[in-house]
């Protein structure tokens, strides 16, 4: 069955010449143009990846990746403007695995939603693995959670799978490069800066004091190490 894509454009143009692109690559494409579009197939429909424009004409790309993430675990890729990093950071903060910066081409794209999709298909052969314990973290895999000092927590499915390459490692330093190529399961790793984000991230939501971390540290020029118990 071809992969779905749910493509959120409002620029008419982009639209169509993307559209056209995915299908010819075997994607089956539902393009809308606006936020409101894009919330209702999501919800209606399973997509295998949703694309998102930041700027859309009744709303913001960024508001329905929040909405989208918290009901839904879907793969989302946010279209970007080529110098606004800010708004990079903010589509991986609210929970968007990749960004692709306008203007790209059709390649790229592509590039992007197959390595996606070749990572959503190994993590639910990997989702029978057992649980993690480790520095007052307990993550399960197979069901999605992460517990920390007993207490749950929400974590992207990109946050969850770097979480659980550190956690199986304890203690060794997994460098930036280690941590992108686990996350997209291929030598193609995009933009490490990326990597950072999701680290930050997931600080904010395992640290007590995210600014002083002590269970995911930081090692200067090398990469980053769960706290060993």
Known sequence: ??????????????????????????????????????????????????????????????????????ESSVPIVMLTAKDAEVDRVLGLELGADDYVTKPFSSAELVSRLRALLRRRELDRSAAAASPLEVAGLRIDPARHEVRVDGEPIAVTPSELKILTLLASRPGRVVSRREVMQHLWQTDFVGDEHACEVHVSNLRRKVEADPANPRRILTVRGAGYKLAAP
């Not at 919800?43 to 694309?51: F, L, N, T, W």
């Open 1 to 70: 069955m071809s992969a779905r894509i749910l493509l959120a454009e409002d620029d008419a143009g982009v639209r169509e010449v993307v559209g056209y692109a995915l299908e010819r690559e075997g994607f089956a494409v539902t393009p809308v143009e606006d936020a409101s579009a894009a919330l209702a197939h999501a919800r209606e429909q399973e997509y295998d990846i949703v694309v998102l424009d930041v700027m859309l004409p009744d709303g913001s790309g960024f508001d329905v990746c929040r909405t989208l993430r918290a």
